[in-house]
C-alpha cells in the first residue's frame, strides 16, 4: 500500500453532519479518481467526507459558513492543539451551554468549540437562527467529543487544501478542464418544506432558486471540461434542472432521529456530468 492508499484509508470525518456522505465516500471514490486530472473541487463542505476520502494532493474546500471553513483550516494547521482545547470541555449540559454562549478570542479557541458543539449537540446538526447565533439544544449523546486520530489524521489528508469562505458558485466558477466538482447541497426541492431539509443551515436559508443557480453554474463548469458529480434528495423535482446527465438512484438511512426506529430510508440520487 503507498502512502497515499494509507491516508485515505484512514482519514475519516470528525464531525457529525446532517447529511454527511461518509457512508457514499468508498463507492463515489473509485469515480472522482478516474476523472481527476487536476483540481478536486468540494463547493459544500460540511463534513468533507469525499475530501478526507480521497486526500488529493490539490483541492479547494468552501463553504458560506465561516466558522466550518475556520475549522477545518485550524485543524489542518494545528490538530495538537485543537485537540488539547476540546479536550477541556466535559459532555455535560452545564458545560455545554457555556460553551454555546461562548465567543473564543482564538482560531483555536474557535474551532475547539465548533467542534465541541457538532459532537454534543442534539443530533449533530448545525442551526443558526436568524440572528445568526448557534440555537442547537444539548444533545445528551454521551458520546466521546473528540478522538485525536480523526483529527490528526484529517490535518494530513487535508495538507493540499485550499480554503475559501465563498457562495458556491464562486468555487465553481474557478473550475476547468480536469478539474472534478463534488456539489452536495442542501436538500431542498422543488416543493419541499424548509422542515422537511436542512436548509436552515446557514441565513439566508439555501432555496429552490439556489439550487436552480447551482444547476446553472455546474452545466456551466462542464461545458469547460470539469466533470461534476451532484447529489440530491430524490422525486424532489432536481434531477429536471439536468437533462442528459446520467442519474443514479442511492438510498440512505436518516440519522438525525436518536431512536432506531424514527428512522428512515431517504431515497438519493447521484447527477453525473458525464
Known amino acids: 500500500m503507498s502512502d497515499d492508499d494509507a491516508r485515505v484509508a484512514v482519514a475519516l470525518p470528525f464531525l457529525k453532519w446532517a447529511g454527511g456522505k461518509r457512508w457514499l465516500a468508498p463507492t463515489l471514490a473509485p469515480l472522482i479518481k478516474a476523472h481527476l486530472r487536476r483540481t478536486y473541487i468540494e463547493p459544500f463542505g460540511g463534513g468533507a467526507a469525499l475530501l478526507l476520502h480521497l486526500a488529493p494532493t490539490d483541492a479547494v474546500l468552501g463553504d458560506v459558513n465561516a466558522e466550518l ?41 474557535r474551532a475547539a468549540r465548533f467542534i465541541y458543539l457538532n ?7 448545525y442551526r443558526l437562527n436568524r440572528e445568526g447565533a448557534f440555537n442547537v439544544p444539548f444533545g445528551s449523546t454521551g458520546r466521546r467529543i473528540c478522538r485525536k ?33 463534488y456539489a452536495d447541497p442542501p436538500y431542498v426541492g422543488r416543493d419541499l418544506g424548509r422542515e422537511e431539509s436542512f436548509a436552515r443551515y446557514h441565513f439566508p436559508a439555501f432555496t429552490w432558486s439556489d439550487q436552480e443557480r447551482l444547476s446553472r453554474c455546474t452545466h456551466a463548469a462542464a461545458a469547460r471540461g470539469a466533470t461534476v458529480f451532484v447529489t440530491a434528495r430524490g422525486a424532489v423535482g432536481v434531477e429536471d434542472l439536468y437533462p442528459g446527465w446520467q442519474t443514479t438512484p442511492l438510498s440512505r438511512q436518516q440519522r438525525v432521529s436518536r431512536r432506531l426506529d424514527r428512522r428512515q430510508l431517504y431515497a438519493e440520487t447521484l447527477l453525473f456530468s458525464g
Open 69 to 109: 471553513i475556520e475549522t477545518f483550516q485550524t485543524v489542518t494547521a494545528t490538530p495538537d492543539e485543537v485537540v488539547c482545547a476540546v479536550w477541556r470541555f466535559s459532555n455535560t449540559s452545564d458545560c455545554y451551554y457555556r460553551v454555546r454562549a461562548a465567543a473564543p478570542r482564538t482560531a483555536v479557541g
Open 149 to 181: 486520530n480523526l483529527i490528526v489524521n484529517a490535518a494530513k489528508a487535508l495538507t493540499g487544501t485550499r480554503f475559501a469562505v465563498a457562495d458556491f458558485s464562486a468555487t465553481i466558477d474557478a473550475a476547468g478542464a480536469g478539474d472534478v466538482i
Open 119 to 125: 459532537r454534543t449537540a442534539w443530533g449533530g446538526i
